[in-house]
């Protein structure tokens, strides 16, 4: 008689316990996400529809997905397998196409979630090209593989003091210029690109109300390959 009364004390202990975690949860969620009476929602950002096609479709390539069965302790496969050269050629562009839109996304996400923030984006993981590390000046924040001939780049710019600032080239390819639509938050990269691989170097400086201005200083990436030439047709 008295194991079955320590059995039902100890059952009533273990429910005891577990309704006093969850009470503490919600104590804790109460105090970490604090509910103002007539405050507006938390901002929802749902990842766009062509984002969530990427990450489908990288996750059926049979050449990573293999990779990936071969380096289980990988934490960063797609970089990793883009770094791996047994992988196809095909295969790594493949994955940096895919993955250099979703980091596209990013600064849009931190945004939306805190509209005063300006997010620096910084370029992560290997140049899919041979290239000069020299060329790189300040931060690398983007690549691009690109077909030879007209270029242009158009990108989100913000100043997160709210200053206004102006943007100018460095450094790059006769003919490339930049475009800043301050009203429109963005700037524009534009030319003629001849092929090969360049390095577009560009600075923006802001103009304080106090203190003395700061610039950043950014490059970008291009591989510039030739068009495909066809052959005649003779009617």
């Excluded at 749902?46 to 289980?72: C, H, K, M, S, Y």
């Excluded at 931190?110 to 005063?116: R, V």
């Amino acid at each position: 008689m008295n194991n079955v009364k320590e059995r039902n004390l100890t059952e009533w202990a273990i429910v005891a316990s577990i309704v006093a975690l969850i009470a503490l949860l919600f104590v804790a969620l109460a105090y970490l996400e604090p509910i103002v009476a007539g405050a507006e929602p938390p901002v929802r950002v749902p990842v766009p529809a062509e984002l969530l096609d990427q990450v489908t479709r990288i996750g059926g390539e049979r050449e990573f997905v293999e990779w990936w069965a071969r380096n289980p302790e990988s934490l960063w496969p797609i970089v990793e397998c883009m770094a791996d050269p047994v992988v196809s050629v095909a295969q790594r562009q493949r994955l940096w196409h895919g993955l250099q839109k979703i980091r596209s996304w990013w600064p849009k996400f931190a945004a939306a979630m805190d509209p005063n923030e300006c997010v620096q984006p910084v370029w992560i993981g290997p140049v899919p090209f041979e290239h000069d590390p020299n060329a790189i000046v300040g931060l690398l924040i983007d690549c691009h593989q690109v077909t030879a001939g007209k270029f242009n780049r158009t990108a989100e710019a913000c100043d997160p003091d709210g200053d206004p600032f102006t943007i100018e080239v460095l450094s790059a390819p006769p003919g490339v210029g930049v475009t800043h639509d301050a009203a429109a938050g963005s700037w524009t990269l534009a030319g003629e690109l001849r092929p090969g691989v360049h390095a577009i170097v560009v600075r923006a400086v802001d103009a304080p109300l106090y203190g003395e201005p700061i610039a950043t200083v950014v490059t970008i990436l291009i591989e510039a390959t030739p068009p495909p030439n066809r052959a005649p047709v003779l009617y």
